[in-house]
């Protein structure tokens, strides 16, 4: 069964720093390349930043370029989001998904929130 | 980047059918035939429906079709059940720098 868990969400005062993990099993994982989707409280979905299989390939939204960093352990089959100097409106929960082609991500993690405040 | 345009609410009574419209620009939707569809139920992940425009992942209803036509993409939901009672969102792929696009997502009821 494919299981994507993310772990690693909580409280953090502005300007703060988290590291968001997601650990994957039941498929193997370092043929996929994998992407961060976010969701503020009532809101959307918001690609952050995406990697392919073998870390070579890395991108990010605007929003988060030079605060957030997208990396992959393939030996452990878990993939990291560094945020740093964190904001109020990056308050959301967080995905990691696989990509399966262009805009299509097919396999989703349960998520796990960030909160932003004093 | 500007989210795509989706209606905020679609609704339908059992065993009818309903579509979702999704707008964009020659940029993203009428640009590529990189669109998706995601299913969200209260408290739980997005699930993929539909992608590439028409596909079905392994699983999903063939009550679930999905077309484009210009800069619009439309999500069908035939034969309604209670269960497709969720929000949806539509994706695009937008380019190599904005990678892809959302839209704001439409709650559908089941009457």
């Known amino acids: 069964e494919v299981q994507l868990v993310e772990s690693g969400g909580g409280l953090v005062q502005p300007g703060g720093s988290l590291r968001l993990s997601c650990a994957a099993s039941g498929f193997t994982f370092n043929n996929y390349w994998m992407i961060w989707v976010r969701q503020g409280p009532g809101k959307g979905l918001e690609w952050m930043a995406y990697?392919?299989?073998?870390?070579?390939?890395?991108h990010y939204m605007d929003s988060v370029k030079g605060r957030f960093t997208i990396s992959r352990d393939n030996a452990k089959n878990s993939l990291y989001l560094q945020m740093n100097s964190l904001r109020a409106e990056d308050t959301a929960v967080y995905y990691c998904?696989?990509?399966?082609?262009?805009?299509?991500?097919?396999?989703w993690g349960q998520g796990t929130l960030v909160t932003v405040s004093s | 980047q500007s989210a795509l345009t989706q209606p905020p609410s679609a609704s339908g009574s059992p065993g009818q059918s309903v579509t979702i419209s999704c707008t964009g620009t020659?940029?993203?939707?009428?640009?590529?035939?990189?669109v998706s569809w995601y299913q969200q139920h209260p408290g739980k992940a997005p699930k993929l429906m539909i992608y590439?425009?028409?596909k079905r992942p392994s699983g999903v209803p063939d009550r679930f079709s999905g077309s484009k036509s210009g800069n619009t993409a439309s999500l069908t939901v035939s034969g309604l059940q209670a269960e497709d009672e969720a929000d949806y969102y539509c994706?695009?792929?937008?380019?190599?720098?904005?990678?892809?696009?959302f839209g704001g997502g439409t709650k559908l009821t089941v009457l």
């Open positions: 590439e425009v028409t």
């Open positions: 020659s940029s993203d939707v009428g640009g590529y035939n990189y």
């Open positions: 998904a696989t990509v399966i082609t262009r805009a299509a991500f097919d396999y």
């Open positions: 994706c695009s792929y937008a380019g190599s720098h904005n990678y892809v696009v």
């Open positions: 990697i392919n299989q073998d870390g070579s390939v890395i």
